[in-house]
């Protein structure tokens, strides 16, 4: 996902690109950045279903909170959505959340700051007003997608607290090829050229409640493909997920930004 996002300096709100990107300050996003190898990526770390053309997508996580120790701003991304696994898939539909470091001031460490997004990739990432829409710590989140044509119903729920839909609409039919479950590091622009920026260090994010129309993660119809975030060349590897439980679920791990 080549997109430009904006991190919010505080409360966000507005639009921006990527998996993930609008008031993600300058950083983007893009879906999957071209894997390593089949199973490592620059940016996304978590499970991958193919084998078929999508039309749901469903997955429930609780909002990890976020080490903010050093100066720079750094983001990490959780998300459910369909496409941009395939080198020759360009387009990613999405919904989900941020845990994310501001960037600090002198020698002062950034401070954490959570929200709401949602995107059609390649068009601007979206970010939910957080006066309406807030995300904090330990919050439950369910998340679901559904796709007819090129219409997509989206809802993002936080338990007890406040239910977000909306029906969006993509220029074209897109694939659809994929259904993925992902934690993400949104990637940082700079005079037109995008890269993997910092990722949060939100220790451990756990996926439950996984499924699709198809099925789930372990349903033999499907191809399931575990993710791995890594540095070029998978010299370090930044994040990776957990073995699935019931095919319904897994955790991820950070390990290093």
């Not at 770390?45 to 429930?60: E, I, K, M, P």
């Not at 991304?77 to 387009?91: E, K």
């Not at 390649?122 to 829409?133: D, G, I, K, R, T």
């Amino acid at each position: 996902m080549l997109s430009c996002a904006l991190l919010p300096p505080a409360a966000p709100a507005g639009a921006s690109p990527g998996p993930g990107s609008t008031a993600r300050s300058d950083a983007a996003s893009d879906p999957g950045d071209v894997p390593t190898s089949p199973t490592d990526s620059l940016d996304w770390a978590g499970y991958v279903v193919s084998g078929r053309t999508f039309t749901s997508v469903a997955g429930d996580w609780t909002e990890p909170s976020v080490s903010c120790s050093g100066t720079k701003a750094a983001q990490s991304a959780f998300w459910i959505g369909f496409d941009g696994f395939a080198a020759s898939d360009p387009t990613v539909e999405q919904i989900g959340t941020d845990s994310d470091c501001t960037k600090g001031k002198k020698k002062a460490p950034g401070g954490p700051v959570f929200y709401a997004w949602y995107e059609l990739y390649p068009a601007a990432l979206v970010v939910l007003s957080p006066a309406s829409y807030p995300v904090s710590p330990g919050d439950h989140l369910s998340a679901s997608m559904h796709v007819s044509g090129a219409s997509y119903t989206v809802e993002l729920t936080d338990t007890d607290r406040w239910t977000y839909s909306n029906v969006l609409t993509t220029p074209t039919v897109e694939p659809n090829a994929s259904a993925e479950w992902i934690a993400e590091s949104p990637s940082v622009c700079s005079a037109g050229r995008c890269k993997p920026g910092p990722l949060a260090d939100f220790g451990s994010v756990d996926f439950t409640g996984i499924t699709t129309d198809a099925g789930t993660l372990t349903t033999p119809a499907l191809t399931s493909t575990a993710v791995t975030m890594t540095t070029k060349k998978a010299k370090e590897t930044l994040a990776v997920p957990g073995a699935p439980v019931d095919g319904t679920g897994f955790p991820v791990t950070w390990l290093a930004p």
